[in-house]
């Protein structure tokens, strides 16, 4: 990343509506220092349909904001480990579309769910996955952004929500354009212990043991409304969910994740989405 401070950079989840470029003086309202925005909206299909205008545009915003950490989220009906060809063909399509918009952006990376193998199971669909995930890096062909694997709560069969299989989609694609993005949440609803200093040392052993921290390129930072070993993806605000704010000071505090961005995807203390009284928490628990 482009900070150089050894503390993590928090930041949220963004609005976009009206033009990307927008997500800047947003993100600065609320205090925000690395950025995260739907492009599209998230429950449809599509990819970012830029033109050099809006190109131009972001990219002037971009510099004068210092060029903070920016990400694409991509839109959530993507399932790259299905029965259904033809969702898995749109699915490839998308995301191709996703990293070749945000590779012309010059933006840092396009975080995405794999999907779910609707019990099938993993080591199944494992070559399927990967067979779309290289199409897309070939369509695509990043030369900057990175393509973000997303590890997931686990409900329904999801992929990604043991570090094991993230770690065997990275082993398989041997591509240094993919990376990950942890999920507090995700990884609190799969089993992974994060509520103490204890349990966000031994979590964060074993993701360097699996995953690798080299591996690790931003934070998706979210309470969880629901308890350990749940597999219910259901984000709370900071210090209002079951891994509460000792948590939080544990994961901010953690010597392996600075300089690492940390997003907020929060529902807000209004409902809107993530705040500035969640970030201000977070500064709170990182001094």
């Not at 990343?1 to 927008?22: F, K, N, S």
């Not at 399932?79 to 995301?95: F, K, P, V, W």
């Not at 590890?151 to 398989?172: I, P, S, T």
């Amino acid at each position: 990343m482009r900070q150089t401070d050894a503390v993590p950079i928090l930041g949220a989840h963004v609005e976009a509506t009206g033009g990307i470029h927008l997500a800047f003086p947003r993100a600065a309202a609320m205090g925000a220092e690395a950025i995260q925005v739907h492009p599209t909206p998230p429950h449809y299909w599509g990819s970012p349909k830029l033109d050099q205008e809006r190109v131009e545009r972001f990219r002037a915003a971009f510099e004068a904001a210092g060029q903070p950490p920016f990400f694409f989220h991509a839109v959530y009906l993507i399932n790259l480990a299905g029965s259904d060809a033809t969702i898995r063909q749109r699915s490839e399509s998308t995301l191709a579309g996703y990293l070749a918009a945000a590779d012309q952006l010059g933006i840092d990376g396009v975080i995405f769910h794999t999907g779910s193998h609707k019990g099938a199971g993993f080591e199944a669909m494992l070559p399927t996955i990967l067979g779309h995930l290289r199409r897309v890096l070939e369509r695509a062909d990043p030369q900057r952004t990175r393509l973000l694997i997303e590890n997931n709560a686990g409900l329904g069969g999801c992929v990604g929500a043991r570090f094991e299989e993230l770690r065997a989609m990275l082993d398989g694609l041997q591509d240094p354009r993919v990376g990950v993005c942890l999920d507090t949440c995700h990884a609190f609803a799969s089993g992974y212990e994060v509520r103490t200093v204890e349990g966000v040392q031994q979590t964060l052993d074993e993701w360097e043991r699996v995953v690798g921290l080299d591996r690790l390129v931003a934070v998706h930072c979210n309470d969880s409304q629901t308890g350990l070993g749940s597999n219910r993806d259901r984000h709370a605000n900071i210090g209002q969910g079951e891994i509460g704010e000792e948590g939080f000071r544990a994961l901010l505090h953690e010597p392996r994740l600075q300089r690492l961005p940390f997003i907020l995807e929060v529902p807000g203390f209004e409902g809107k989405g993530p705040d500035r009284a969640n970030l201000e928490i977070l500064r709170r628990l990182a001094a």
